[in-house]
């Protein structure tokens, strides 16, 4: 398929254009599943927060950010990435490198690189980082 055909038609399926399958594991991972897996990290990132300053969201940001750097660098996926089944890969499905998951927890930080997505149903987050969420 030319750079044409690929550039002009819509994927049938998010991560087709990566090379993922449809359904099952190392499929993409659906948006209800990823959005379930940041509330339960956000939730656990506000009861660390509460428990060494409670109000101070500011620092809740930053243990989110954080949690998600290492966790997703030593393990591939979060705690709440791991109650929903999802991990977070290098496109091409080698494990994340210590800048990727650092790309990745910074923009995610930021919340706005989050709301921009690609046709492949990756955030913009995962786009620079180079990597994508896949099911378990």
């Known amino acids: 398929m030319s750079n044409a055909q690929y550039s002009s038609r819509e994927p049938r399926w998010a991560g087709e254009f990566l090379g993922l399958p449809e359904t099952g594991p190392a499929s993409a991972a659906s948006y209800p599943r990823r959005i379930g897996a940041l509330f339960v ?7 660390i927060g509460l428990m060494l300053a409670a109000g101070n969201q500011w620092l809740v940001l930053g243990i989110f950010v954080v949690m998600h750097f290492a966790l ?13 089944r999802i991990q977070v890969v ?32 990756r955030g913009l987050h995962d786009k620079m980082a180079g990597t994508v969420e896949i099911q378990m």
Not at 72 to 84: D, I, Q, S, Y
Request: charged fraction near 15%; aromatic fraction near 12%; avoid cysteine.
């Open 41 to 47: 990290d956000w939730f656990i990132a506000s009861g």
């Open 72 to 84: 997703l660098w030593l393990f591939a996926t979060t705690l709440g990435k791991l109650l929903f």
């Open 90 to 121: 290098q496109v091409g499905g080698a494990p994340v490198k210590l800048y990727q998951a650092a790309i990745r927890a910074v923009l995610l930080g930021l919340v706005v690189p989050v709301l921009i997505i690609d046709r492949d149903g």
